[in-house]
């Protein structure tokens, strides 16, 4: 499996951007589609975005599109998540993930690897 560490969050107004990133570790990264999901005080875990493997194919939760992009750079071993136009709603802990499939349905159990979550704070 593949290892995760997430870096980029912190305090930001509303209205303001973040970059998320996450670094993987292991020769087999190119082999999976990488996934946003948060998880906020009192709520479930819910699914932000994710992209396949090469690159070429995305999809967002309805809550962030437009506003949020993740991309991902195999030769790095990164995937990004770039936040704009952020909300206090946005206010979560953001984890990285990795999956063996991408489906039009990444529920948090479609996810095989996780990392620690980084803290992204939205400040009205």
């Known amino acids: 499996q593949v290892q995760l560490v997430e870096s980029g969050g912190g305090l930001v107004q509303a209205g303001g951007s973040l970059r998320l990133s996450c670094a993987a570790s292991?020769?087999?990264?190119?082999?999976?589609?990488m996934g946003w999901l948060r998880q906020a005080p009192g709520k479930e875990r819910e699914f932000v975005a994710a992209i396949t493997w090469s690159g070429g194919d995305t999809i967002y939760a309805d809550s962030v599109k437009g506003r949020f992009t993740i991309s991902r750079d195999n030769a790095k071993k990164t995937v990004y998540l770039h936040m704009n136009s952020l909300r206090p709603e946005d206010t979560a802990v953001y984890y990285c993930?990795?999956?063996?499939?991408?489906?039009?349905?990444?529920?948090?159990?479609?996810?095989?690897?996780w990392g620690q979550g980084t803290q992204v704070t939205v400040s009205s």
């Open positions: 993930a990795a999956s063996l499939i991408f489906t039009s349905q990444m529920l948090p159990d479609t996810f095989l690897s």
């Open positions: 292991g020769r087999t990264f190119s082999n999976y589609a």
